[in-house]
């Protein structure tokens, strides 16, 4: 029914791209029928379709069951009875067969390039286990790193899944009351961070500053230091902080350890991400269905072949990074790159020089990306030779067309197609993309479900939207790498994800379903706002505002932004007698980068009297929205208690 629905829509054409006949006749799914054909299977009969999948990785003992989802105890396992572990399919099942391949080509912000070999990242990854286990590491312990875009990140990653040890990444860019608060609620036995990141060719201290916070993490035994960088001067606490090169490198510590046969279910890692509310929620991923999961979408949504050089842009902070860098890639045998630096630095030319260097022939990126190196313009990417590359990827939020056009025709001389990528920290792997060989683009898209991934579009009341209306974009069944809850924090797993539409996985995004079955992401319904691809929480920005000794109350709502897709607008109602200014801009900004991180800051903050609210109180966000957007009509202002204020907000509005 679904396939015939399909099919018959498609065939009304509307603009659209399809892969060349080349890249179809060599794509793993080499056409629409074949996806539906799988797809439909993966459907119908999920348990059979992902046992054969399973059998691709290489399991210590096999799975009793392969799914069970009992909806009132929102418990979902796979591969139950199972026993696995990820390093090992990452690295150790390589060894016969590309023991001498590239695994992983590090590409720092200056200076030379590292390459390390699947064997040699397989003895660095066994060296660090051995590292962790002298330091009293063992199964289910939290580990957790702070960390600029070093391999050491890569490999402690490996090495704690290769223990059954639980590790939590907090993105760099994060402030350190951020990383305090994430330490503190995972109860991290171990810190790894880096004496320094970094940013424009200067060192920056990373460690030093840690310190502050350190006194406060009573769980944390032991900080292993990397030295990035010569020029800092590194305060090391005796008996607790030891260098990670003289750890690592010591005579003692052996060059095998052997990977840990690890329940299916056993967590493999906390990610924290942003949520509507309070801080933010310690997301907790599985074993073997988050590797499966990872492993099959990397095969397939980037087509991989043996010989590609794949690279992903992500900070190995954020989900992408984990799953595309690191672990996709790596259950693959790829090639994967790490780079530490940004886009523009020295020139905006550094992204296409790293294509062309490595001859990278897949390359994943967020729109912000695309639409901040457009702006410099064609000259930067016509220097260099990017005929190496044949897939391009997108993710972290809508792509415009105007950007997908030029990724497509600049960046990938119109002969690349684009997978659109639709996820979230939550799901694990991708759930919403093209198939390259198989679909035919539609820019702005992210096409169609993944295979075992039924989404859905409902309206308010939880009824299946029509063709073309927008509507809450739901999975209706648990897939392997599902998140499996929130961390100690069962209760908001239930609310956050399973009860506007009991049972189902709610995804908080809008989207609607064209006449061609196509899905369009809309964006976030709630309070969470992509800025340049960073996932952040308004009410957490505002959380810090008020925190500032001089703000009485805030409102953070995001406003539409060029390069950053949206950007931070925040409204601020100050302690009687003080006034605002660009002084107090500034120092709310700085506030707020202490807070969360320099990424949270809002662009704009308008000092006001008085917000707009409700006769019960409420702050009405979405007049709030709509006078950051610049809009006329701001809506209905009727239910307002103090409508006066509008007008006056509308008048001093700051323009980006
Ligand atoms: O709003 C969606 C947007 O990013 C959100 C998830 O953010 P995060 O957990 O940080 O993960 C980002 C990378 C997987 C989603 O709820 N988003 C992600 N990919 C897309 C997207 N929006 C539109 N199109 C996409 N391809």
């Known amino acids: 029914m679904i396939k015939k629905r399909i099919i018959e829509s498609v065939s009304k054409k509307s603009k659209r791209f399809s892969p060349s006949k080349i890249f179809r006749e060599n794509a793993h799914i080499k056409s629409f029928?074949?996806?539906?054909?799988?797809?439909?299977?993966s459907i119908e009969?999920?348990?059979?379709?992902?046992?054969?999948?399973?059998?691709?990785?290489?399991?210590?003992?096999?799975?009793?069951?392969?799914?069970?989802?009992?909806?009132?105890?929102?418990?979902?396992?796979?591969?139950?009875?199972?026993?696995?572990?990820?390093?090992?399919?990452?690295?150790?099942?390589?060894?016969?067969?590309?023991?001498?391949?590239?695994?992983?080509?590090?590409?720092?912000?200056?200076?030379?390039?590292?390459?390390?070999?699947?064997?040699?990242?397989?003895?660095?990854?066994?060296?660090?286990?051995?590292?962790?286990?002298?330091?009293?590491?063992?199964?289910?312990?939290?580990?957790?790193?702070?960390?600029?875009?070093?391999?050491e990140l890569t490999i402690g990653m490996l090495a704690c899944v290769r223990l059954g040890a639980i590790h939590s990444v907090v993105f760099g860019g994060f402030s350190i009351e951020s990383l305090k608060d994430r330490i503190i609620d995972s109860?991290?036995?171990?810190?790894?961070?880096?004496?320094?990141?970094?940013?424009?060719?200067?060192?920056?201290?990373?460690?030093?500053?840690?310190?502050?916070?350190?006194?406060?993490?009573?769980?944390?035994?032991?900080?292993?230091?990397?030295?990035?960088?010569?020029?800092?001067?590194?305060?090391?606490?005796?008996g607790r902080d030891v260098w990670w090169h003289k750890e690592?490198?010591?005579n003692n510590i052996d060059d095998f350890c052997k990977a840990k046969e690890i329940d299916s279910e056993h967590p493999a890692f906390?990610?924290?991400?942003?949520?509507?509310?309070?801080?933010?929620?310690?997301?907790?991923?599985?074993?073997?269905?988050?590797?499966?999961y990872t492993y099959l979408t990397f095969k397939y949504v980037f087509d991989y072949k043996e010989e590609d050089i794949f690279w992903c842009t992500a900070d190995i902070g954020w989900i992408?990074?984990?799953?595309?860098?690191?672990?996709?890639?790596?259950?693959?045998?790829?090639?994967?790159?790490?780079?530490?630096?940004?886009?523009?630095?020295?020139?905006?030319?550094?992204?296409?020089?790293?294509?062309?260097?490595?001859?990278?022939?897949?390359?994943?990126?967020?729109?912000?990306?695309?639409?901040?190196?457009?702006?410099?313009?064609?000259?930067?990417?016509?220097?260099?030779?990017l005929s190496s590359l044949r897939l391009l990827g997108s993710v972290g939020e809508p792509i415009n067309p105007d950007a997908w056009m030029w990724y497509h025709q600049v960046i990938g001389k119109g002969k690349c197609p684009i997978v659109d990528t639709w996820w979230q920290t939550e799901t694990g792997g991708i759930l919403i993309t093209p198939l390259p060989g198989a679909v035919d683009l539609k820019p702005g898209s992210a096409c169609f479900p993944f295979f075992g991934v039924k989404a859905s579009v409902l309206t308010e009341e939880g009824q299946k939207a029509k063709k073309g209306e927008g509507g809450y974009l739901v999975i209706e069944k648990p897939w392997p790498s599902m998140l499996r809850t929130v961390y100690k924090n069962p209760k908001r797993f239930k609310d956050t994800y399973f009860n506007k539409f009991p049972g189902m996985y709610f995804t908080n995004d809008g989207v609607k379903c064209d006449e061609d079955g196509y899905f369009w992401i809309m964006g976030r319904m709630d309070d969470v706002v992509n800025v340049s691809g960073h996932r952040l929480s308004t009410a957490e920005v505002e959380g810090a505002l008020v925190s500032h000794g001089s703000v009485t109350e805030a409102a953070v709502v995001p406003m539409p932004h060029k390069i950053k897709g949206s950007a931070l607008y925040a409204f601020v109602t100050l302690k009687k007698g003080l006034s605002g200014g660009i002084d107090l801009i500034s120092e709310l900004r700085n506030h707020v980068g202490f807070e969360i991180g320099p990424i949270a800051k809002p662009d704009r903050i308008q000092f006001t009297n008085?917000?707009?609210?409700?006769?019960?109180?409420?702050?009405?966000?979405?007049?709030?929205?709509?006078?950051?957007?610049?809009?006329?009509?701001?809506?209905?202002?009727?239910?307002?208690?103090?409508?006066?204020?509008?007008?006056?907000l509308k008048k001093e509005r700051l323009p980006l």
């Open 33 to 41: 029928e074949e996806y539906l054909k799988l797809y439909q299977e």
């Open 45 to 151: 009969n999920p348990d059979l379709f992902w046992a054969k999948q399973a059998e691709e990785l290489d399991w210590f003992k096999k799975w009793d069951k392969v799914s069970s989802w009992k909806k009132t105890k929102l418990e979902c396992k796979w591969f139950e009875g199972g026993k696995i572990n990820i390093s090992y399919n990452c690295l150790d099942r390589h060894l016969d067969s590309r023991g001498n391949k590239t695994a992983l080509i590090w590409e720092p912000e200056v200076g030379k390039a590292k390459k390390y070999t699947y064997k040699e990242l397989h003895k660095v990854v066994c060296r660090f286990s051995n590292v962790l286990k002298k330091y009293g590491v063992k199964k289910g312990d939290r580990v957790c790193f702070y960390m600029p875009m070093i391999p």
């Open 187 to 238: 109860k991290a036995k171990i810190l790894i961070t880096s004496n320094a990141s970094l940013r424009k060719g200067k060192s920056i201290p990373m460690k030093n500053n840690v310190d502050a916070i350190l006194g406060d993490c009573k769980s944390l035994k032991k900080v292993v230091v990397v030295k990035r960088a010569d020029d800092i001067d590194t305060f090391m606490k005796k």
């Open 248 to 250: 690592v490198d010591s």
């Open 270 to 292: 906390i990610l924290y991400t942003s949520g509507t509310t309070g801080k933010p929620k310690g997301v907790v991923h599985s074993t073997a269905g988050y590797l499966m």
């Open 320 to 385: 992408t990074g984990h799953s595309y860098i690191v672990y996709g890639p790596l259950a693959n045998g790829a090639t994967t790159i790490m780079f530490e630096g940004v886009p523009t630095y020295p020139n905006p030319d550094r992204y296409w020089e790293i294509v062309d260097k490595y001859k990278v022939s897949v390359f994943y990126t967020a729109p912000t990306v695309v639409r901040a190196l457009e702006r410099f313009g064609k000259k930067w990417v016509e220097k260099h030779d």
């Open 610 to 648: 008085e917000l707009p609210k409700t006769r019960s109180g409420k702050i009405m966000r979405r007049i709030l929205k709509a006078i950051a957007a610049g809009k006329e009509d701001v809506g209905n202002t009727m239910t307002l208690a103090n409508p006066e204020v509008v007008k006056k």
